[in-house]
Nanobody, 123 residues
């Protein structure tokens, strides 16, 4: 499955942003999806994961309470919304997909990756 992350941009601290992860081929409804991010000069970190049926989610502490993940299987798209953005949320955000198992924060458990979308939060 080929993934396409979009929705990034330049925003101000306190703003909200919704990122999308879509597939142009295949059916994303058959995959558990995760979001990861990589800040400049840092390793890639886990953000959130949603199960293939949407009944389970797992958030990183860094976004817990500020982020919402949802999926629209009809559009084969997963959405990540982050509210009250902070400068430390600045990063390239990647979506990834794994077989229809439970949620996971482990990068190596994801088989497919999108190209990333840049989010820049100004103070």
């Amino acid at each position: 499955v080929q993934l396409q992350a979009s929705g990034g941009g330049l925003v101000q601290a306190g703003d909200s942003l919704r990122l999308s992860c879509a597939t142009s081929e295949g059916n994303l409804s058959r995959y558990t999806v995760g979001w990861f991010r990589q800040a400049p000069g840092k390793a890639r970190d886990f953000v959130v994961s949603i199960s293939w049926v949407g009944d389970a989610t797992f958030f990183a502490d860094s976004v817990k309470g500020r982020a919402t993940i949802s999926r629209d299987d009809g559009k084969s798209t997963v959405y990540l919304q982050i509210d009250n953005l902070k400068p430390e949320d600045t990063a390239v955000y990647y979506c990834a997909a794994r077989p229809p198992y439970t949620v996971s924060r482990k990068e190596f458990e994801y088989d497919y990756w999108g190209q990333g979308t840049l989010v820049t939060v100004s103070s």
